[in-house]
């Protein structure tokens, strides 16, 4: 399989057809999309649109803004949701070992090429154009002679005038003194000062972090934490410990890769983690901007695998300012698809872009044309080969219910989960048709309590790419007397003619689990 294109076109492909009216989507993407809520994302009415033009995630940057502005947006997203009958999981993105400027006048500072800036931990300096006070002071002792800072209001893109590039040309005590490499406007009361392929002795998961997890996270019973600058394995047991302690047990955690360390430890990571976002923003400062595509397709090929989520940052940064990515920015989202990402994460561009709801539907497009040409095939034999003989029971089926909806061209998969194990498990093989995934309580769980495990884990699989869940029930006053498998396929096949995912005559796989045995039926939509 070395070679392989992750492409499948039919043949004779006729690029002519690339002119033709693109065909309506009545669903969105398999792909899933984050969305980051803030200041042109925040209303009700915003919320409501993004959700309706296909965002599955909805993150909260604690790096920013205060809990009490988060509570707020979440409050609406909790009442968007509820308008268009939909669940969104809610992320919460950690600080995590972040070194701040801090701009107390919020004045612009206008830095030249060829000037000199001390950066120093004595915040009492006042800041400006010749010194940088930063709210650290091991700085002098991480860096050395020759080694790389950036600076900026935001996550940098590599292209924009509000980051600068810093050389170390020496240390003094506890100021290093730098060369500016770029010019550079920094505006805004927050600088994020990033120090490349050093190690910053900061913990992973700081005590502003645990505060916002403990009260907020809590509070809200958040779905995932993204777990920002994760540079081990031992930074997500650390996480998943206080969650245990903090009564959120059911959790997941995403850990973010945003530097060499957490490259260096990708596959511990993964194996701790439930699943992994590629941060190129900070990884491609850390990174030569040569490697950074490899890395990337490294560690998709190894998420997809394990059959764990991975989804990638940095995608339309154009978008912030304009309604439409640039052609390369259009062709890394398609790139993405087809190296087999499970979702695609917006930042700046839904947070503070002028056009969030576009910057959504049109990654949500890009996406939907991508998956037609994914090569599901290879992507098959390879997690296959992954696997091994003899296959787990389990996985057996998974692949068997995959293989069956292919072969007699299925228009969905419906699998009957207690945790949504069972739909990740069935996604692992990538089908190209969606996956029902029919959350049931597990027999004999309190109906209180289930009502809230229950909506964790459907809105958690919203995360995984082709998923979309929907909540059973076991109650005969819902089930109207049915059987659990009439009732679930009753449910799936009603949610799936609302969207258009199932038409009359078309042909559903049933996937399930009958005590320690798993099933795979075909059935056909009633006409």
């Known amino acids: 399989m070395q070679g392989a294109s992750h492409m499948l076109l039919e043949e004779p492909f006729r690029l002519a057809s690339v002119l033709s009216p693109a065909k309506p989507k009545v669903f969105p993407s398999l792909t899933k999309i984050v969305g980051t809520l803030g200041p042109n994302s925040h209303s009700v009415e915003i919320i409501q649109e993004c959700l309706t033009a296909g965002m599955s995630v909805a993150r ?168 920002s600058h994760t540079r081990s394995a031992e930074d997500v047991r650390e996480l998943r410990a206080f969650l245990q302690a903090h009564a959120l047990p059911d959790t997941q955690i995403y850990a973010k890769i945003e530097n060499s360390e957490g490259l260096d430890n990708f596959d511990d990571i993964l194996n701790a983690a439930d699943g992994i976002i590629i941060s190129r923003g900070d990884l491609g400062i850390d990174l030569p901007p040569e490697n950074v595509f490899m890395f990337q397709k490294t560690a998709i090929h190894k998420c997809n695998l394990e059959g764990k989520p991975v989804i990638i940052t940095r995608v339309v940064d154009s978008m912030i300012d304009n309604l439409r990515p640039t052609r390369a920015e259009a062709t890394d989202v398609a790139n993405a698809v087809l190296d087999g990402t499970d979702g695609i994460l917006l930042g700046a561009e839904t947070l503070r872009g002028l056009y969030p709801v576009d910057a959504v539907s049109t990654v949500g497009r890009i996406c939907a044309e991508a998956e037609t040409v994914y090569n599901q095939p290879l992507q098959f034999k390879k997690v296959m080969w992954h696997v091994g003989d003899p296959m787990p029971h389990e996985e057996s089926v998974a692949s068997a219910a995959v293989g069956s909806a292919i ?121």
């Open 60 to 227: 909260f940057d604690f790096s920013w803004m205060d809990a009490a502005y988060h509570q707020e947006t979440l409050d609406n997203l909790r009442k968007a949701a509820q308008n268009v009958k939909k669940l969104c999981p809610v992320m919460l993105d950690t600080l995590g070992p972040e070194i701040q400027v801090h701009n107390s006048t919020g004045e612009p500072i206008e830095l030249k090429a060829g000037n000199h800036v001390i950066i120093t931990p004595d915040i009492s300096k006042a800041l400006s154009a010749e010194i940088l006070p930063i709210k650290f002071g091991d700085l002098a002792k991480a860096v050395k002679k020759g080694d790389t800072l950036f600076m900026g209001q935001y996550l940098f893109t590599g292209s924009e005038t509000t980051s600068v590039w810093l050389e170390v040309v020496e240390t003094s005590g506890e100021n290093v003194n730098c060369l500016v490499k770029n010019a550079a406007t920094l505006a805004g009361p927050i600088f994020t000062l990033h120090a490349s392929q050093v190690h910053i002795n900061l913990p992973t998961l700081s005590e502003y972090d645990k505060h916002v997890i403990s009260t907020w996270g809590s509070c809200n019973s958040v779905d995932i934490i993204s777990l």
């Open 407 to 527: 072969k007699v061209k299925a228009a969905a998969i419906v699998v009957f989960t207690f945790s949504g194990r069972a739909a990740r498990l069935v996604a692992k093989y990538r089908p190209t048709m969606p996956i029902l995934a029919v959350i049931f309580p597990r027999q004999g769980s309190d109906p209180s309590k289930w009502r809230s495990y229950g909506t964790t884990q459907a809105r958690q699989c919203f995360a995984v790419r082709g998923v979309y869940p929907l909540m059973g029930s076991t109650d005969e006053a819902e089930t109207g007397g049915l059987t659990k498998e009439e009732y679930g396929i009753k449910l799936a096949m009603s949610y799936g003619r609302s969207v258009g995912i199932v038409k009359p005559f078309d042909r559903v796989i049933i996937f399930e689990k009958i005590g320690d045995s798993s099933v795979v039926k075909i059935i056909e939509c009633e006409g």
